[in-house]
């Protein structure tokens, strides 16, 4: 089994709808990440936290919001989707690093294919 | 501002024609440089990390070296399951935001 699920893997929706993308992970780490990847443009951070009562944003988080259910459970939603937001979404994960707050190795989902339409 | 440059944006190779992929940046104190390899319709998956200049890291048919402007991703004698876009990140040292940017990518093909 994965160790960095999220759902769905594929969703198309229309201008203005409420969406929400799940990602579950066991490999028992508190941080988690949500990430958009664009042709030409790389991945860029969208939030991210460090535990259950840690949310932080990252460069791009305008138009979006997340929740962390659990520390499995992070999910990211769009609360009125425009056709701007169509990319790949990428939840990742990664335990603490050597150093402090160190970036240690993320580990990555399969990805969302979100289309607005 | 950080940036990321990777280059060549695409490379096609022969099987056993030995190259590099070059990761530039400019970052505001360097605190970590990362390669990822990304297969279509995947998630990254990591390579390596490199803290400091001069550090070499291996993993069978790749080598990542790190300088203090670049880091270059060796491939010896490429096999056609090397084919993959390969991702290189640098994380800055900006206190507690986890600033990582990453680079577009080298998109490697590897010809049987």
């Known amino acids: 089994d994965a160790d960095v699920t999220q759902t769905p893997r594929n969703r198309i929706t229309k201008t203005g709808k409420r969406i929400m993308l799940e990602c579950s992970q066991t490999k028992g780490h508190d941080r988690m990440y949500w990430y958009r990847q664009d042709p030409g443009l790389g991945l860029r951070l969208i939030y991210y936290?460090?535990?259950?009562?840690?949310?932080n944003k990252g460069e791009i988080s305008d138009g979006y919001s997340v929740s962390r259910q659990a520390q499995a459970k992070f999910s990211l939603s769009l609360e009125s989707a425009i056709p701007n937001q169509t990319a790949l979404y990428f939840c990742?994960?990664?335990?603490?690093?050597?150093?402090?707050?160190?970036?240690?190795?993320?580990?990555f989902g399969p990805g969302t294919r979100l289309t607005v339409l | 501002e950080d940036q990321v440059t990777q280059s060549p944006e695409a490379l096609r190779l022969q099987e056993g024609e030995s190259s590099s992929l070059n990761c530039s940046y400019t970052?505001?104190?360097?605190?970590?440089l990362f390669w990822y390899r990304q297969d279509p319709g995947k998630g990254p998956e990591f390579l390596f990390t490199?803290?400091?200049a001069g550090e070499e890291k291996e993993k069978e048919r790749l080598k990542a070296t790190l300088t203090k402007k670049e880091s270059f991703l060796h491939i010896t004698a490429p096999k056609p399951e090397d084919s993959a876009t390969y991702l290189c990140?640098?994380?800055?040292?900006?206190?507690?935001?986890?600033?990582?940017?990453f680079g577009i990518g080298t998109k490697l093909q590897v010809i049987p």
């Open positions: 490199l803290y400091s």
């Open positions: 970052v505001s104190g360097l605190r970590g």
């Open positions: 990140a640098v994380q800055a040292r900006s206190g507690g935001y986890q600033k990582v940017t």
């Open positions: 936290s460090f535990d259950v009562k840690d949310i």
């Open positions: 990742a994960t990664s335990d603490l690093g050597t150093s402090g707050d160190a970036y240690n190795e993320q580990f």
